[in-house]
Each structure stands twice: as structure tokens, then as C-alpha cells.
């Protein structure tokens, strides 16, 4: 158990108009931090008005971008309480991204307890209109002043809370991807897998020739042989051929999304047959398309929960999916997640837990 210092600000900000909230523009009243010191380990954790940092500019992160972060929500359900979803998987994750870039964890329990010690001092910022939600921001930086490469010795891990509002302002519509065969986000044995910012600086210029053709997001491939389907900007992705569904396998490339394992959870309890472990090449995926059977295609991910694929372009090849429409495997994974975020459907799979 943390031991979490709070201070309230004495400043309040007034809140943002719920119906006009964007993705990541406003932030609360409040921040937690924690300290890490070589010798003393994680310290001094505490809840602080919203303030900007002050940082060496020879700290570690500026240099050698040695930083990670997390993404996850908090839901306001009926009667005002306030739920989070699975936040132990998020807790978790951390803990293997701070391994892959020699930072020490945090205990899954003292990454829960602070992220609703957060959202308790906020709470009155968990926006209640439809869609909405409090977006968490968990992070961690390297803050040691030193220009050799190393580990650092000191760090910070802060959460920041932004009330946010539908990821897609016009509603869950599909989306078209650009299918990206000169650029790669993920190699065997890099960071494919964790949630670093350096994997976000180098899927950039994908992201910009994606929109300079027309196209809202990048499908990348592998970053071998530039074959198989790995995932989408910032979601996993999901393919419905011939009545099999199929994602990449997370074999070190992949991000393991937590909406994407929820919805391998559901899919399997619904009797759909899943298929997360086989490689999928992009050619069986257009081959599928010009057959007729290319079903859906969706990603997967906390910032749009669900968000269906409506083109695929690959080369020269353009692929329309169920005639543009959001497809019923889709459409079901999307009610029943939000249904279950929202608490307006039963928990039957103990995902959510109820901030006090
Ligand atoms: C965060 C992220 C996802 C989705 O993960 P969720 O836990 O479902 O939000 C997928 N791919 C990448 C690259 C990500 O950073």
C-alpha cells in the first residue's frame, strides 16, 4: 500500500463543456506523482495541483527517449459511479515495458491504488455525457542529468487525467486504412510490444503518406519480410475471413492491447472460432477480398474501443469491406465492451472495478 500524499489545489479550473470535449485537450485539477532514486527505490508518492515539470535539460528521456506510458479510462455508469477497466492488465503491461527499457517496476497493487487515488481527487471531471470518458495517462521518464548512454538512476512516474470525448466525433464509422510497405513500426527483438513514445516519433511518417493519400491510418506489416499483418496506427487489427477470426499473434512485434484480448475473450465465449496465433499475409487478406470472403475488419484499442475497417489499400489494390458498413461481429464487440465500460450491461466477466 502506498501511502499517497494529497494536495488539492486551492484553484480550481472550470470544467470544459462535456459536448465538445475532443480527444486529449483538457486536463484536471490534479497529477500524481512518484519518485524513483537509485538505492531508495519508488518514493514519495503524491497527489499535486496540475503543475508543469521542471526537468535538467540534460535528463536521460530527452536524449535517449528513455520513457513509456500507458492508456486506459475511467467510465462514468448510472447512479454516478465510477468505473475503471481492467486496470491490473495496464499495471501489468507497464511492468513488462519498464523491463524492456531498464526501468524498475511499479507493483501492480501501487499502480492501481495510484491511478484511483487520481480519479477519486478528480472525480468530479469523469464527464458524464454519452461517450465520454476520463482518458488516464500513466507515465514514466528517465530524469537523471547525464549525457552517457545508461540507464538512469532517477525517474518520475506521473499520471495525468483528460476528460475526452467520443474518439470519433461523427459516431463509429468505418474507417480507411493504408497499407504500409516501405516503413516499419516493429522488429523481432525491438519494442514492438511495449508502450514506449520512440515506437510513436518512428510510425510518424507512415502516419503522414497514410493522410497525404487519403487514408486515416496505417496497417503495418511485419518488419522482416513486410508479409504478414501486425496492426493498426494505435489498435490492434482484426480480420473475419470465411467465418475465422484472426489477429496477429503478439510474438514481440505486436502491442498486447487489452481491448483486443477482451474481445478474443468474448468472441470465444460467443463460439466464434479465433485464430491469435497463425501469421496472417496480407496477400490471403486481398486474396480473401477479391473472393467475396473478406467479412469484416476492425481495430481494436481503449482510445476508439472498436473501429471498423470500411477500405484497404495495398499496392494498387483498393478493397472495399461489407460494403463500407460497420459488420454485425463488429457491431456487437463494440455494445457489448462499451455496454460492459459504461455499466449499462452486467460485468459477467469481473472486468470492471468501482472507484470509491
Ligand atoms: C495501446 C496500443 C494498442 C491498444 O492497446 P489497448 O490496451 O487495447 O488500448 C494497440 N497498438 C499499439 C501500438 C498501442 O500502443
Request: charged share 25%; with cysteine; hydrophobic share 35%.
Amino acid at each position: 500500500m502506498l501511502d499517497i500524499k494529497v494536495t488539492k489545489t486551492t484553484a480550481p479550473k472550470a470544467k470544459p463543456d462535456e459536448k465538445h470535449l475532443g480527444f486529449g485537450n483538457h486536463y484536471t485539477d490534479h497529477m500524481f506523482i512518484m519518485d524513483y532514486t537509485e538505492g531508495r527505490g519508488w518514493h514519495s508518492p503524491r497527489i499535486e495541483p496540475y503543475h508543469s515539470l521542471e526537468l535538467d535539460p540534460a535528463a536521460l528521456v530527452f536524449h535517449y527517449a528513455q520513457e513509456c506510458f500507458e492508456g486506459m479510462k475511467a467510465y462514468r455508469a448510472a447512479n454516478g459511479r465510477v468505473l475503471l477497466f481492467r486496470p491490473e492488465k495496464n499495471a501489468a503491461r507497464m511492468q513488462s515495458t519498464h523491463r524492456r527499457l531498464c526501468i524498475p517496476e511499479i507493483p501492480v497493487e501501487d499502480f492501481v491504488q495510484a491511478v484511483k487515488a487520481l480519479v477519486s481527487v478528480d472525480k468530479d471531471w469523469v464527464p458524464g455525457e454519452p461517450d465520454t470518458s476520463l482518458y488516464l495517462r500513466p507515465f514514466t521518464i528517465a530524469t537523471e542529468a547525464h549525457l552517457g548512454v545508461k540507464p538512469s538512476a532517477s525517474y518520475q512516474f506521473i499520471i495525468i487525467a483528460s476528460p475526452s470525448g467520443a474518439y470519433y466525433a461523427e459516431g463509429m464509422n468505418p474507417v480507411k486504412i493504408y497499407v504500409e510497405d516501405e516503413y516499419v513500426r516493429a522488429t523481432p527483438g525491438g519494442t514492438g510490444y511495449i508502450k514506449c513514445g520512440g515506437n510513436y516519433a518512428a510510425s510518424l511518417i507512415g502516419q503522414m503518406k497514410a493522410h497525404d493519400l487519403g487514408y486515416s491510418q496505417v496497417l503495418w506489416l511485419d518488419g522482416v519480410e513486410r508479409k504478414y499483418v501486425e496492426e493498426v496506427g494505435s489498435m490492434n487489427c482484426f480480420f473475419k475471413i470465411d467465418g475465422v477470426i484472426r489477429t496477429a499473434p503478439c510474438v514481440g512485434t505486436v502491442l498486447p492491447g487489452i481491448t483486443r484480448m477482451s474481445c478474443i475473450e468474448l468472441l470465444e465465449k460467443w463460439g466464434y472460432k479465433v485464430d491469435c496465433e497463425s501469421r496472417l499475409p496480407i496477400a490471403d487478406v486481398i486474396r480473401a477480398g477479391k473472393e467475396g470472403k473478406l467479412e469484416e475488419v476492425f481495430g481494436t484499442g481503449t482510445a476508439a474501443v472498436i473501429s471498423p475497417v470500411g477500405e484497404l489499400r495495398y499496392e494498387d489494390e483498393v478493397l472495399t469491406i461489407n460494403g463500407f458498413q460497420t459488420g454485425p461481429v463488429t457491431q456487437r464487440l463494440y455494445d457489448t465492451l462499451t455496454g460492459i465500460q459504461w455499466g449499462t450491461l452486467p460485468d459477467d466477466m469481473g472486468w470492471t472495478q468501482e472507484v470509491e
